[in-house]
């Protein structure tokens, strides 16, 4: 588990993060997300012990991160912009993984280059930006290591590599029970693939939520209300967080689970009702809403 407690940073006069608290749960698959200077990036490196925070305590499995051996050992960091060594190759950076990492699995790193079509003996500099980001994610689950730290890891992956990447880290984390931490500023681009996600804005978390727990306990329904049941004596029983209406139609975002929600509207005149999925941009809005926020404007621009 991975525990940041009560963690700032500042640099000269700018306060980069500020007073942050995360836990962090082994085999599952943590989102950070927030906009470019929200802060994501100098957490990730505080976590991985990179940099010193000014404030707070950072521990990985009870071990403080900053300085401390044992924990680093646990961690593998892949920066936005991954570094390389000058005129190395796959192979090269390979060896040198190797001889940093006991775990590293050279036989399975080799497969992985092949498959995703990145040669072994080319020099890294040739490659593009995505092929970049795949080298480094491939050193990352091949070290086998326990935490993956990403930093806009899908920045620059066409959709079917991003979809290859997300699988073999599934397979990882089945596997060998890896657990992957990945800050993007994209809300859609974790959808599919995080159980916890926090939201940092401005250096603060806003939100820290578990994505099932938050997609049991709100929903979105679509209603048609009988021919003169008035709106407010319909939905009076409904802790509505988000309420439009087109027409005759009702598009409502309300707290509660499934069943209950969809047995008030069993109760209520209706000509028709349905529950539809809700995305994670969606839930976010709404939460955000609530607390004062627009993450339209924080995430989406």
Avoid: W
């Avoid at 950070?32 to 990179?50: D, E, F, H, P």
Wanted: charged share 30%.
């Amino acid at each position: 588990m991975i525990e940041v407690r009560d963690v700032s940073k500042c640099f000269e006069d700018i306060r980069a993060v500020d007073h942050v608290n995360i836990n962090i749960r082994e085999d599952s698959v943590f989102g950070l997300i927030g906009t470019n200077g929200a802060g994501k990036s100098t957490v990730l490196r505080m976590i991985s012990g990179v940099i010193k925070p000014d404030e707070g305590e950072i521990l990985i499995d009870g071990i403080v991160s900053f300085d401390h051996v044992e924990a680093k050992e646990k961690l593998f960091f892949i920066a936005d912009e991954p570094y390389f060594f000058a005129n190395a190759t796959p192979e090269d950076m390979g060896r040198y993984y190797g001889s940093v990492f006991p775990q590293f699995d050279l036989l399975h790193y080799h497969e992985y280059l092949d498959s995703f079509g990145l040669g072994r003996r080319r020099k890294v500099g040739t490659f593009s930006k995505g092929m970049k980001k795949q080298l480094a994610i491939l050193c990352g689950i091949c070290s086998r290591t326990k935490y993956l730290f990403c930093d806009e890891t899908f920045d620059g992956l066409d959709p079917v590599m991003r979809q290859g990447i997300k699988s073999l880290m599934a397979k990882e984390m089945d596997e060998r029970g890896m657990t992957p931490i990945i800050a993007s500023h994209n809300l859609r681009e974790l959808e599919d693939i995080c159980d916890h996600v926090g939201l940092l804005h401005r250096g603060g978390v806003l939100l820290s939520r578990d994505l099932e727990e938050m997609k049991c306990n709100i929903q979105k329904i679509q209603c048609v209300l009988e021919e003169g049941t008035q709106e407010e004596e319909a939905f009076r029983g409904l802790d509505i967080v988000k309420s439009e209406k087109r027409g005759s139609l009702y598009t409502l975002t309300v707290r509660g689970s499934r069943e209950e929600v969809i047995n008030y509207f069993g109760s209520i005149r209706t000509i028709f009702f349905e529950a539809l999925p809700l995305s994670l941009e969606e839930i976010f809005i709404s939460e955000t809403e609530v607390v004062g926020y627009d993450i339209k404007k924080i995430i989406l621009g």
